[in-house]
């Protein structure tokens, strides 16, 4: 217990870091990291192997990849066609990018797109000069919400899958009806927001819709390669289990293939200012704080406490576990406590006796953990990444930024989730 209240007081203590922003989050997430090793709350070994190796190489590859396509001139394009498609509004601009993520989060995973199409709408925001803040936020929470209607769009899905053995088609089944109901109401949020501060000079707009983007390509050849290499990548990451790669080497083998031919000669460039290592190390300091949560009991405590405040009854327990999930996800990494509830779970089965009522427990636990990562900023690996890119843009998201408009639409999100469980399978 004595070790549980000291990782409890260091992951709050580094919360308040975060939160006020009195040192770097990378800063404070390292010293709360290293603090945990030398109270002894847990030892070197055991905070060096929470280290998920397999995220942090995934967003370096990624990095990687898109450093070359970038290179390539392929985001100046996508972004100028966007932008005309929208004739140059830059709220038609905000629901049009809130779409497109939402869908392509689904199937590539909430991480891997807001890589990709964030720098899209920094080049737009660019073009029209406004503030790209609102996009990159909302942008953030559509992938999130995607990455919740399949089994590959975000990692707690992928463990519920594995440990359930629902297939992919289960997860569309379950899942996605609720999330398109959710985005659809988004939307109207979105609009309601900012339909009537969303401005922009004339000049720009005219200008922005008189872009030749005809030469916006910059090596044709270049571009083919990557093209085939970023579709080989995702081929892969759709044959994982075929294959027996994890993500990290998959989207490693891209990067470096592409770092060889399109970089090789730029790497010390590539590494110093493409490789957000802000986002790296901070994530790393998070694994290691959160396993002090795991490692003391604290998260099994909680998970526990689920079971006897139910008493095993399948509809009060639904909606405990929903959330509850919506609530730890927004303050704690979301994959750990997935890790600790499907155990839970699998005995609350056992108790129940009915495999049928197991069903809805299941698919509230990946509703609530996917969707409650919007809640703050720190609640999704999405959040940091995308952060971290407009950072390094020279546009600063500040964590009480993030979280007043993501706690608003995680509320609307859980309201109808809850809806969605209760009338659906109840």
């Not at 990018?97 to 590539?108: D, G, I, K, Q, W």
Request: proline share 3%.
């Amino acid at each position: 217990m004595y070790l549980m209240l000291m990782a409890l007081a260091v992951f709050a203590a580094t919360y308040v870091l975060i939160i006020t922003e009195w040192i770097n989050k990378m800063l404070a997430a390292m010293i709360g990291g290293f603090v945990i090793i030398l109270l002894g709350i847990v030892n070197q070994h055991t905070a060096f192997a929470a280290i998920d190796w397999n995220v942090i190489f995934f967003l370096i590859g990624m990095m990687l990849v898109i450093s070359v396509l970038r290179e390539t001139g392929l985001f100046m394009f996508i972004a100028i066609k966007t932008a005309k498609l929208a004739k140059g509004k830059p709220l038609n601009i905000m629901l049009l990018m809130f779409l497109a993520t939402a869908v392509v989060s689904a199937f590539l995973g909430s991480v891997t797109t807001i890589m990709i199409l964030v720098p899209i709408v920094l080049l737009i925001a660019g073009e029209l000069k406004i503030s790209p803040v609102p996009f990159v936020i909302t942008m953030v929470l559509a992938s999130n919400f995607g990455g919740a209607a399949t089994m590959i769009g975000d990692p707690p899905n992928i463990l519920i899958g594995s440990a359930t053995d629902y297939s992919f088609l289960d997860f569309i089944f379950n899942l996605t009806p609720p999330v398109i109901a959710i985005v659809g109401s988004s939307l109207g949020l979105i609009y309601l927001l900012y339909h009537k501060g969303m401005q922009v000079s004339n000049v720009n707009r005219a200008r922005l819709m008189e872009y030749n983007d005809k030469n916006l390509i910059k090596n044709k050849k270049l571009l083919y390669f990557s093209l085939f290499i970023l579709l080989a990548m995702l081929t892969a990451f759709s044959l994982q289990s075929i294959l027996n790669l994890e993500t990290a080497t998959i989207a490693m083998a891209a990067g470096l293939t592409l770092l060889a031919v399109g970089s090789r000669k730029k790497v010390e460039k590539v590494l110093t200012q493409d490789i957000d290592w802000i986002t790296i190390f901070f994530f790393i300091g998070l694994f290691m704080i959160v396993e002090s949560l795991v490692a003391t009991g604290f998260i099994d405590i909680i998970a526990g406490s689920v079971m006897k405040l139910t008493g095993g009854e399948p509809k009060t327990t639904s909606m405990v576990i929903l959330w509850l999930s919506g609530i730890f996800s927004a303050i704690i990494d979301n994959v750990p406590f997935v890790a600790a509830m499907i155990p839970m779970i699998e005995k609350l089965g056992i108790y129940i006796g009915d495999p049928s009522k197991m069903h809805p427990l299941w698919w509230s636990l990946a509703l609530g953990t996917c969707l409650g990562g919007n809640g703050t900023l720190i609640g999704a690996s999405a959040n940091i990444v995308a952060v971290g890119i407009a950072n390094r843009n020279g546009f600063y998201i500040s964590f009480k930024d993030f979280t007043k408009l993501g706690a608003l639409f995680t509320l609307n999100s859980m309201i109808l989730s809850t809806l969605y469980v209760w009338f659906r399978y109840y």
